[in-house]
């Protein structure tokens, strides 16, 4: 791998990737869109935005914020990172990110956030992270043919929380894949979610 971001999303990087949005008053280079009803990959997002704060949990200025104003009206918004390689040498990989959900309306029914994998076609010229429209109505985006074979949820996270916690996911399902990793988050009733301090690391055990 060893390729620079590419804003197409078609070539991968390699492991480990942060991002702590610190100092961003825009979304970093290699950040991408998308959202369920399946408009193709955008450059910026209807409910993402950064925020010029230092409430983050490393009090530097930078983080990342979904907020449903305006109400994302039961659809699921995707905040893509870049299309990275998790090489076959690794035993597992693990996606390390802080958030804060301190909006007390999780019981609403389409209230989410949680993190969703896809893994792009390496054979096809367009493969890419885009984000495809959700077919079967589970509000997850659904494979595109010769480009990714869909978006799947491994981990939800719902729950509101005042203050920011560490958040460690699983990746080893992907050794040997390459993969693009996203933040899904949907909602109706002014819940918002804070993210920061994102890591992806490859693990080799002794």
């Known amino acids: 791998a060893n390729q620079p971001f590419d804003v197409g999303c078609s070539t991968t990087i390699d492991l480990p990737y942060s991002e702590n949005f610190n100092g961003a008053l825009n979304m970093p280079s290699g950040i991408q869109f998308g959202t369920s009803n399946g408009d193709g990959i955008q450059d910026s997002g209807q409910q993402w935005e950064t925020m010029w704060s230092t409430s983050g949990p490393d009090l530097q200025q930078g983080i990342i914020r979904a907020d449903d ?8 918004q995707y905040l893509v990172m870049p299309m990275m390689e998790i090489d076959g040498d690794l035993d597992s990989a693990v996606l390390k990110f802080s958030e804060m959900s301190p909006d007390n ?5 389409t209230s989410y956030h949680g993190i969703h994998v896809a893994v ?5 010229i367009d493969r890419s992270c885009e984000v495809g429209e959700d077919i079967d109505g589970d509000n997850i985006a659904d494979a595109i043919s010769g480009v990714n074979d869909g978006y799947n949820e491994v981990a939800s996270l719902i729950g509101d ?3 920011w916690n560490e958040q460690l996911i699983d990746l080893s399902a992907y050794v040997g894949d390459w993969v693009c990793v996203a933040f899904a988050f949907r909602s109706e009733n002014r819940q918002m979610w804070y993210v920061d301090s994102i890591s992806v690391e490859g693990v080799i055990l002794p």
């Open 69 to 76: 104003g305006p109400s994302s009206q039961g659809v699921t």
């Open 105 to 109: 309306y999780q019981w609403w029914s």
């Open 120 to 124: 792009p076609d390496k054979t096809s």
């Open 161 to 163: 929380s005042s203050s």
